[in-house]
Structure formats: C-alpha cells, structure tokens
C-alpha cells in the first residue's frame, strides 16, 4: 500500500479576466456542485487553487483505483467523516485515502489507495501575511502576535514558540547556537541590538532582532504546519476540543532551499516530537519539509489499526513500526497539470511524473 505525495504549481495556469475560460476544460471534467463550489471563489487565485485541489484529488484516485474520472464520487470515510474514495459495490478496484492542502498558489497533496493509512497534510507559506506590520503595533511585538493564536497552541507550545529558539543561521552563513544566543532568544521586539559571545574564540557579536524574530515567525508556521497536519489525519481539523491536548516538541523548522542549480528543496526535519495529554505518542509519523525560500509542508501518518487521540502506554512501549512509517513517505513529486493530469484525464497513456 504505497503513499504518494504531490505538490502542483497553480500560479501561471490561469489568468486573471479570463479564469473561466481558460479553466473550462479543467472545470468540465468536475460535477456540477464542484464546479460551483470553486466560482464561489471571488479571487481568481483563490479559484485556481481550489480547482487545482479538485483535480489533484480525481487524479490520485483514478491512477490508484484505476477508475475512470466520470465514474468517480468522492464521499466521506465513516470513521472520519474526511473526504475519501470508496467505490461501489458494483465498481472493481479499492478505496482511496487522501489529504489536501494549498497556500499561495501551491496545493499540496498525499493519497495511498486502500485503508491501511490516516492521512494529513498541511502546507504553510512564511511571510505571505505581512506579519511585521502587525508586530510592530503592538505592545508586546512577538508575544502578543503568538497570543493571538492562544486557541490553537498549548500553554508550552506558546512558550516555545515564544521564547526558545533552537539555532539562529545568519545572512553570512555563521550559526549561533541556542546557548550562544542565550536570554537573546527571549527578545520579541524587531530592531533591537543585541550582544551575543561566541562560544568558540569568545568574540562578542552585535546582532539585530530582525533576525532573530524573522527566525521565530518561520518556527511558529513550522508549529502551525504540525498541528495542522495532525488533526487533518484525524479527520477533526482545527476545530477539535483537543487541539491543546497535542504537542509538538523538538520542534525546528526545516532550512530553506538554497536555490542552487534550480533545487527547490530544502531540509527534511523527521524527530519531532508528539505528546497527547502529556504522552509520548509513537504510532504516528510526522515529517516537515522545506520548499523553496519561503513554503514548509508538513505530512503526518498512521495506521487506522492505531487510534491516533489515545495513547496506549503497552502499545506505545512495545512499538517499533514508526521507522516503518518513515520509509513509507516518499520524496514529493512536482505534478504538471496537462502531461499528467489531463493526459490521464482523457484517456491518453499518463507520461512518467517527475520526481524530485
């Protein structure tokens, strides 16, 4: 039972003006509620992400199901109520699990045919928000932005991600350590000098806190992107009453593509740490990738024999399959929406994906 994961670029696929138009043969493949549910979009951006989601989904289940696209409805899993595939009991082929997300133009995907797996996935953008304007009114800058996420976060993830900073990788390539950074890592007011020794040759360095709050956004999308991630998987989403109960620990957001030679990959970060009500979680396997300067995607994963919102303690100690976990998440493969989208959508023979 084989997992795949998918990123699809919507950016220069359609324009603005015209999106109807230059989207109708997209838009014809989908069912009527799923065309109208994209237009209700009113931003053109907006539409094409949906629409590219849409697409991505019929694309994973015809290949894994070997349906053709107009036979395809998708519903929802009984046991967690997120959209899946299950075909009917006339239909030949199996059930399709899958999980969706997009941000700034990016949709992001993960699907494996069977039920064997609980899927998440959640794809963040840094900066896409212009997060500095708003820390900068207010009076306690960093702290306060974090707050306003109270809801979402743990009494020690807000903490976390407040005031702890794991490394700090500097414009000049130099890396100042967390004990080198020491109470520096509390500061949450941007334009602040701040003097940092080296722990190596003792030298004392003058650092501004742009860095290191530049730093500490990117680590709360890292924090926003796990969460996110997990109780997808579960099938609750961020409305769940117990979103504070899980945390992330360990937690270090992955370093961004450098961009040399075209790379749009960045760092792999896989030892994060999962506490549900103060429990080690082990039957669950999360992995945060870098893409690009600026997207992280995080992918969480479990087996639907293992209740990912209850920890057995026997279970969790006897359990080794979480490497099992790891090697099953594949390398993200770059989907080109007309060789294998539409290709397969018509019926012509589907061309190889690239790999990453």
Known sequence: MSITRWILDTRPLWREGIFEHEAEPYLSLLRPEERHAILRFYHVKDRAMSLGSWLCKYHAISRSANQPWPSIVISKDPRTHKPCYIPNPDQEGQAVQFNVSHQAGRVAMVSSPGNTFQLGIDIVCVHERDEYRLIDTMGEGFREWVNMHAEVFSEK????????????????????????????????????????????????????????????????????????????????????????????????????????????????????????????????????????????????????????????????????????????????????????????????????????
């Open 157 to 356: 993830e807000l903490e976390d991600i407040t005031c702890h900073l794991p490394e700090l990788h500097r414009s000049d390539g130099t890396i100042l350590s967390n004990a080198e950074l020491g109470d520096a890592t509390r500061c949450c007011t941007r334009h602040v000098m701040l003097t940092i020794k080296r722990s190596d040759d003792g030298e004392e360095l003058v650092v501004n806190s742009n860095g290191i709050i530049e730093a500490k956004i990117r680590r709360f999308y890292a924090f926003w992107a796990l969460k996110e991630a997990y109780v997808k998987m579960t099938g609750d989403a961020l409305l769940a009453d117990w979103l504070k109960e899980v945390e992330f620990r360990n937690v270090r957001a992955p370093r961004p593509s450098r961009n040399i030679e075209g790379e749009k990959w960045g760092e792999v970060v896989k030892d994060v740490q999962i506490y549900l009500r103060g429990e080690l979680v082990k039957n669950v396997q999360m992995e945060l990738q870098a893409f690009e300067e600026n997207y992280m995607i995080a992918t969480a994963v479990s087996r639907f024999e293992d209740n990912s919102l209850e920890v057995d303690k026997e279970r969790n100690e006897r359990m080794e399959h979480k490497d099992e976990l790891m090697s099953l998440l594949p390398p993200f493969e770059m989907l080109d929406l007309e060789r294998d989208v539409m290709s397969q959508a018509g019926g012509r023979p589907q061309e190889t994906i690239r790999a990453k």
